[in-house]
């Protein structure tokens, strides 16, 4: 049997993405994932220590014991993150590894998590999280982003975005310039539009869900991230579209959340 080139590529494909699906803890959704749980985590321990050295070389560290504000804050993110890992531990293939955050002198109203167990705080988020029931909310959806493996999926959905756009141009290279540069460009536009921000809206969604079951179990009132989106929304009038943010809106986050919300009290209560 002959193959074309987009055949054989095809065929790679297949045997690339056959053994690379994983499931996603809680919602047991398929995902397919590249690369190993051990090599995610180093790379995003680099980027964690990368980003810790440029902001302490700017004074953007907000050290434990430099002021007692930031004592407080240091104490309910270490109480609140190691209930919630403990819970989470059971879901990670990866054991063993330490959680480790830092927290970020900014008005910025964020938080992030990266593999390896690291989570990042702008101080902004004390905003709408001021006690360890709201912070549950936030380091909930933070932990859950790293057991889903949020990022590596991410990671190989890029890679295959990229070798789609390839097989595209190559397809219409006999073409002239002028058409291969705009089947490349509407190529862009249509996988980011149409495929890279729903799947990161979807993303953060099952982060939501999962993290909402994560605080519950651990011991903080998952209603209370309602209460946590409500602030946001007050927080971020400005907001772009949700069609074209990597986000939901903070109205679609507390309408799941709602729907989420008996089965989170099952294992609150």
Not at 156 to 171: D, F, I, K, T, Y
């Amino acid at each position: 049997m002959k193959f074309s080139k987009h055949g054989w590529l095809s065929l790679f494909l297949a045997g690339v993405l056959m053994p690379a699906c994983a499931t996603v803890p809680i919602t047991d959704r398929q995902q397919l994932i590249l690369s190993s749980p051990r090599e995610e985590a180093q790379l995003g321990q680099a980027l964690f220590s990368q980003l810790v050295a440029q902001n302490d070389i700017r004074g953007q560290i907000l050290n434990r014991n430099e002021s007692p504000e930031a004592t407080r804050l240091h104490s309910m993110v270490d109480n609140v993150l190691s209930r919630i890992s403990r819970t989470a531990a059971e879901y990670q293939d990866l054991k063993g590894v330490p959680w480790n955050f830092v927290i970020l002198k900014s008005d910025v109203v964020n938080a992030g998590a990266l593999p390896g167990n690291r989570v990042i705080l702008w101080q902004g988020i004390f905003k709408v999280a001021p006690n360890e029931q709201s912070l549950g909310v936030i380091l909930g959806h933070e932990v859950g982003h790293v057991i889903a493996r949020h990022g590596a999926e991410r990671r190989a959905q890029s890679e295959l975005l990229n070798m789609a756009g390839n097989v595209l141009v190559a397809a219409v290279s006999k073409g002239s310039p002028e058409a291969v540069n705009t089947a490349a460009s509407l190529y862009g536009i249509g996988a980011q539009v149409g495929l890279a921000l729903p799947f990161s809206r979807s993303h953060e969604s099952e982060a939501d869900k999962i993290g909402l079951i994560l605080m519950a179990k651990s011991g903080y009132d998952p209603r209370e991230a309602i209460k946590v989106w409500e602030r946001m929304q007050k927080e971020n009038d400005n907001r772009a579209p949700e069609f074209i943010s990597t986000h939901p809106s903070p109205e679609t986050r507390i309408k799941d959340i709602e729907g989420w919300l008996p089965e989170a009290l099952a294992y609150y209560e």
